[in-house]
């Protein structure tokens, strides 16, 4: 990958699971990174220290992106304490209870749009003025293969997923003359708490490592091959790439 030295980047779930593997790739590659966490400080706080051990500069903001307040503040506090921004990563998720659209509650409908969708809304809008000062920036959208599938008994998470999508492909379309590039990534399952939790509710398997021989190259999906993508599309080598949704399934779908 080419160096992102004097670049710097903001991480939404950065202290834990694919948020936490694309803040370490991007501090591995020299820009200097924050972390924006909503409850765990302990896993925020190990995600700064293990930043900084690469020899970059690492902070950790408390925010929850469901609140608009809390965006606009999160961004406030990026501009003073960074002063400039030109990567921002949209990581932050929360999973569905796995209930079906006749037994969903309406709150957490409205939860799930509100991290998906709202939330990265809100905080693209407060960062873009930052943003722009920048030659080039790139946003990139965590989303999932869920939005393909489409499976039962999932409806918020995906219709979140798909509202994000949306709002990415919209936001390359309105940045591009500002020299930002917007792209999506979207794995499949991945080997986080997450992952484990659906690989456990969907097949009853305890130990996700039992689910290797039957996925794509013998392993589940790791968090440092998401992040790996992401390095991928704000670097030089995507230096004319825009507006893409790179999906990482191993060819399952």
């Known amino acids: 990958m080419s160096s992102l030295a004097g670049r710097t980047a903001l991480v939404t779930g950065g202290g834990r699971g694919i948020g936490r593997a694309i803040a370490l790739a991007l501090a591995a590659d020299g820009a200097a990174v924050a972390v924006a966490y909503r409850r765990d400080e302990e896993a925020a706080r190990k995600t700064v220290a293990d930043i900084e051990a690469a020899g970059v500069r690492g902070h950790a903001f408390r925010a929850s992106v469901d609140d608009l307040d809390e965006c606009r503040a999160l961004a406030a506090q990026v501009e003073a304490e960074l002063g400039a921004l030109d990567i921002l990563v949209h990581s932050a998720g929360i999973a569905s209870r796995g209930h079906g659209v006749a037994d969903t509650d309406p709150a957490e409908l409205e939860r799930l749009l509100r991290v998906h969708a709202f939330g990265p809304h809100h905080l693209s809008q407060a960062l873009l003025p930052l943003m722009r000062r920048a030659e080039r920036s790139d946003m990139v ?81 790791s968090p440092e091959e998401v992040a790996a993508v992401v390095r991928f599309l704000v670097s030089d080598g995507a230096s004319y790439l825009t507006a893409q949704r790179v999906v990482i399934d191993g060819g399952t779908f």
């Open 141 to 221: 959208f965590v989303s999932s293969v869920i939005t393909d599938t489409k499976p039962p008994f999932t409806a918020p998470y995906t219709m979140g997923k798909a509202a994000m999508e949306a709002l990415a492909e919209v936001l390359a379309k309105e940045e591009r003359g500002n020299g930002m590039h917007v792209n999506v990534v979207a794995p499949g399952v991945v080997d986080t708490d997450m992952g484990r939790r659906l690989v456990r509710a969907t097949t009853g398997i305890e130990d996700i490592r039992q689910a290797d021989a039957s996925s794509p190259f013998g392993h589940v999906c």
